[in-house]
């Protein structure tokens, strides 16, 4: 919810001349487009601009932005010789232009609301680096992982460092929440998703516990999985739109806190039907422990004022 | 599993030199891809070989196979107008090329196993008619359905009339057992799934229910509504591989058979390993009211003897 993009005309101003990567890599833009949703449409914390390929990319894949084809690698990993190949990372030299927008953005912010920092996961990052580009059927990444497991672990393990150390060096630049997403977390059955997902998580959250931020874990479309995602040790998990809010909490028990998980496309619904909604919700998951957010990415169509009616039922609510 | 397809090279030959439409219009072509599987791999049902927006095009979308892309409408509906406007469908006359197929698949198997045929469940049909093509989120659909529910609703009447006709014409012209997809279903939440895909589940097969045929429903990706699918009447449910097997028999109760679940993805394993996954999933099912079948369609690139490898583990548990 706290996202920028397409919904906002003001995010679409800036993108008529930059390209989405220019935007991303030049902290003074990232940090305009960070702001606007807080400034906008009031939300109460401000996620950094970026995109979660920035570590395959700083392994030295080639990431070429195609507008109406999504992000797509030059070279692909699809052996135990590609996954040698690949560049160590050192995020405070190699991602720097992200440490550089996150402090500017503190800056800018003064304290007005939290900055979240983000990664994606290692298992999301994996099955991109494999397939190349966006999938349906993730045939690839799967095919590596059952027929090759040593190789797919090699992976995972080089982006579970890559991911732990870029989160610490976000929480240095001044990220004050960090996010993981395992967007494509649905593409593993149980068998595979506890043998290369869950333990990544578990490690990630293990480096950068010392540093006291809080961690939001997200593994889209493993909602089955909530009772063991809350022994991993994140303070917060994420709740896709696939399961009703009281099924969330009673699965993952009331020791971690909740965050989500309207349909995005409910905020299509006229705005007194968007208040009811989200009402519903957050009676459902509780009013402790619990951050009310979008269950995934808002639609680019999606009505400004519906977003701010959003943001108004929640504060409301909370008033 | 049981599915004709790209994994065999017998049917790539007769791709070479014919389109899928041409081969599913044409019962001689449906006819001997649908048997292949059931000579070259040993599975034990045979099912048509058709698709299921055979229903929209005979609505009078207009649909283009185009390679690589998928199939696509010349026109989309998303307006109560658009919804006014189809074509009335009589499958019996409008697809009686479906109806030719079956007839003659029934004649050349004589016995040896039972033919399957199917359909595509309403909400998966209308979102592909909305949409206009393959989508990654659903975004006209569910927008259709937020902001105009009672077009949405107009349109699954329509579709839910035409299904249930369509079935009861194919068990007419000889199919056995009849099988609905609901492939999209995960792309409803909870109170839209409640709302605009299970009622119309129980208006089908009370539709089908006089025939005495079983009809076997398959919500992809609606795992959490087990125990409501349940109560559908319909004879088996099929299971996606997002669930545990133990876990979909416990939600789904003891009253209903179960189809599935093997993660296409595990015919990349060594056929031993292959062999051990199988079992272990029957095992889990529990021997009863149970069909062993993947939980998704297969891989094109999946070698033949891991699909044999997979028919023999599940007969020799039989055995």
């Not at 939300?43 to 080639?62: H, N, Q």
């Not at 990664?119 to 990052?125: D, E, H, I, S, Y």
């Not at 809010?245 to 965050?259: K, N, S, T």
Request: aromatic share 8%; proline share 6%; with cysteine.
């Amino acid at each position: 919810m706290r996202q920028a993009g397409r919904y906002l005309p003001e995010y679409r101003a800036i993108r008529k001349t930059r390209s989405f990567h220019e935007v991303m890599r030049t902290p003074e833009l990232a940090c305009e487009v960070t702001l606007q949703p807080v400034d906008l449409v009031g939300v109460d914390a401000a996620i950094l601009f970026s995109d979660i390929l920035v570590i395959p990319e700083a392994m030295g894949l080639g990431l070429e932005m195609e507008s109406g084809v999504g992000p797509r690698f030059d070279r692909t990993v699809r052996s135990a010789a590609d996954v040698a190949g690949l560049k160590p990372v050192d995020p405070t030299v190699d991602l720097g232009y992200v440490m550089d927008a996150l402090r500017l953005i503190r800056r800018e912010l003064d304290g007005r609301v939290p900055l979240i920092g983000f990664a994606g996961a290692p298992w999301t990052l994996a099955s991109y680096m494999i397939e190349g580009q966006g999938t349906k059927d993730f045939r690839h990444a799967k095919r590596l992982l059952m027929a090759d497991p040593a190789a797919m672990t090699a992976l995972l393990d080089k982006l579970t460092d890559a991911v732990g150390d870029f989160l610490v060096a976000q929480i240095e630049a001044g990220a004050q929440v960090v996010q993981l997403f395992d967007s494509w977390a649905d593409a593993l059955a149980p068998a595979e998703f506890r043998r290369f997902a869950l333990p990544t998580y578990h490690r990630i959250i293990e480096r950068v516990k010392p540093t006291g931020v809080p961690l939001i874990l997200f593994a889209r479309g493993a909602m089955w999985a909530l009772p063991e995602l809350a022994q991993t040790g994140a303070d917060v998990l994420g709740i896709d739109w696939h399961i009703e809010p009281a099924e969330a909490r009673r699965l993952a028990g009331d020791g971690v806190g909740l965050q989500g998980n309207l349909d995005p496309a409910a905020l299509y619904l006229p705005p007194d039907e968007i208040r009811r909604r989200t009402e519903s919700m957050i009676a459902g998951f509780g009013a402790t422990g619990y951050i009310a957010n979008l269950g995934h990415g808002i639609f680019q169509d999606t009505p400004v004022d519906s977003a701010r009616a959003f943001v108004a039922a929640v504060k409301g609510h909370a008033g």
